[in-house]
């Protein structure tokens, strides 16, 4: 039997909230943040957005030493803002990197049960579609299509996974080391489904936590037809490319009818 492995405690927190015109949003997440996990530091990852979240978040480091914010030239994407700030954490040496949505949708209350996992895991996701998750006033095309995605990612990746496209989680450093970052072209967000995936091939223990998903009161979404496209070539090709990897493996072996026969 295997032993179930040791890990070190938790250590040093940082959330990282990308932003994208968050301008009514950016203060309410950082406090209510502030408020719930109070030990986490902050990093603010602004793409320049045009209506000034950026400024805002200045103010917030300004007035708060936990919280930092990342000033990205332009709007690359999720995933390159994600990366950024890994990178910047990195170097910094923190133990744990969350990830977390500026709009509310990611309650900040409920962070601390994903930590809590994180005592006996390399990767904790908050997830949707697990029991006791769920979404709150989602429209219906959003809840099909995030379903939907959802099984489409378990038939070809065979991921054990209920929400592998959610973007609300933990990560100890340890386990990004390993993931080979630099590899990394997702943009949107199929980055999250990207690592997922790494994660699991990598050997590294994943974990689901159930998470409440309120849909945004402010703010627009930035979800689009482009990254919706991404997603399902990425996913597609990863998923060829394994099943392939399947059948070939299976073709090299000895067929057993051939034993049977001799
Ligand atoms: N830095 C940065 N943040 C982004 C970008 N696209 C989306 N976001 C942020 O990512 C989070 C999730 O985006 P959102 O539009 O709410 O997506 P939805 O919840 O799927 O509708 C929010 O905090 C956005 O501000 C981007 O290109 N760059
Ligand atoms: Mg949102």
Redesign the pocket.
């Known amino acids: 039997m295997t032993q179930p492995q040791v890990r070190p405690p938790i250590g040093k927190i940082v959330v990282l909230?990308?932003?994208?015109?968050?301008r009514e949003?950016v203060s309410l997440i950082v406090s209510r943040l502030r408020a719930a996990v109070p030990e986490a530091d902050v990093l603010v990852?602004?793409?320049n957005?045009p209506d000034g979240?950026g400024a805002i978040a200045d103010r917030l480091a300004a007035d708060d030493g936990q919280v930092r914010v990342l000033h990205?030239e332009s709007?690359?994407?999720?995933g390159?803002?994600y990366l950024a700030g890994f990178a910047w954490a990195l170097e910094r040496d923190y133990d744990v990197m969350v990830e977390?949505?500026?709009?509310g949708?990611h309650q900040p209350e409920q962070l601390r049960s994903l930590l809590v996992a994180l005592a006996d895991a390399d990767v904790v996701l908050g997830s949707r579609w697990v029991p006791g998750g769920s979404v709150v006033n989602w429209p219906i095309h959003?809840k099909v299509l995030s379903v939907g995605g959802n099984v489409y990612v378990r038939v070809l990746l065979g991921m054990p996974i209920g929400d592998a496209t959610g973007?609300f989680r933990a990560y100890r450093a340890s386990a990004l080391r390993t993931l080979d970052l630099q590899k990394v072209a997702s943009?949107?967000?199929c980055f999250q489904v990207d690592l997922a995936w790494r994660a699991i091939r990598a050997g590294l223990s994943v974990v689901e936590v159930p998470i409440t998903f309120v849909?945004?009161t402010i703010?627009?979404?930035?979800?689009s037809q482009d990254i919706v496209n991404e997603s399902l070539r990425s996913i597609t090709m990863w998923g060829a490319r394994y099943r392939l990897g399947q059948v070939r493996s299976l073709l090299r072996r000895e067929p057993r009818w051939h034993r049977l026969d001799g």
């Open positions: 909230i990308p932003t994208y015109n968050e949003n990852l602004d793409d957005s979240t990205r709007k690359e994407g999720l390159a803002a977390m949505d500026a709009d949708s959003r973007g943009q949107g967000y849909e945004r703010g627009d979404s930035k979800m």
